[in-house]
């Protein structure tokens, strides 16, 4: 079982900081990374519809892939907002303790709905490429 360490004040805020810091500069790179390849996989995806005035059934998917990529990644930064309130308020609870800041439920669909904008950016890209080899 494992040992739950104790953590004086000073440890505790600057385990917070480091903690608020690094989860936060990696939210924000992955979800700035997701929506700009997501939102210009979406215009040129529609771009080309426009200018071949159709749109094949792997140009509409590529499309509903970028925008549900898009969609997920608003759910995703939801879930992060509960997840760290979720954190302060184990931290608030026992000020002395990391225990039960470590995660949160929250943590885990934050998780779940980053995968699956990942996986919607790259099902959008690769239908992209089908629709483009298809239209040329």
Same mark, same amino acid.
């Given at each position: ?43 040129? /995806?529609?771009?080309?519809? &426009? @200018? ?6 792997? =140009?509409?998917?590529?499309? %509903?892939? +970028?925008? !549900? ?40 669909? /934050?998780?779940?709905?980053? &995968? @699956? ?6 099902? =959008?890209?690769?239908?992209? %490429?089908? +629709?483009? !080899?298809?239209?040329?």
């Amino acid at each position: 079982m494992a040992e739950t360490q104790e953590l004086t004040r000073e440890q505790r805020e600057k385990l917070w900081e480091q903690f608020v810091t690094e989860h936060g500069n990696a939210e924000e790179a992955y979800d700035s990374a997701l929506r700009a390849l997501a939102g210009a996989g979406l215009g040129i /995806t529609v771009s080309l519809a &426009v @200018a071949l005035k159709e749109l094949p059934g792997s =140009g509409l998917w590529a499309a %509903i892939s +970028f925008l !549900a990529a898009l969609l997920l990644n608003f759910g995703s930064y939801v879930f992060v907002r509960h997840d760290m309130r979720a954190r302060m308020e184990a931290l608030r609870r026992n000020p002395t303790a990391y225990e039960g800041a470590e995660e949160s439920r929250w943590t885990t669909w /934050t998780w779940r709905t980053n &995968v @699956a904008a990942g996986i919607a950016l790259l099902a =959008g890209g690769m239908l992209l %490429i089908v +629709f483009i !080899a298809r239209s040329v």
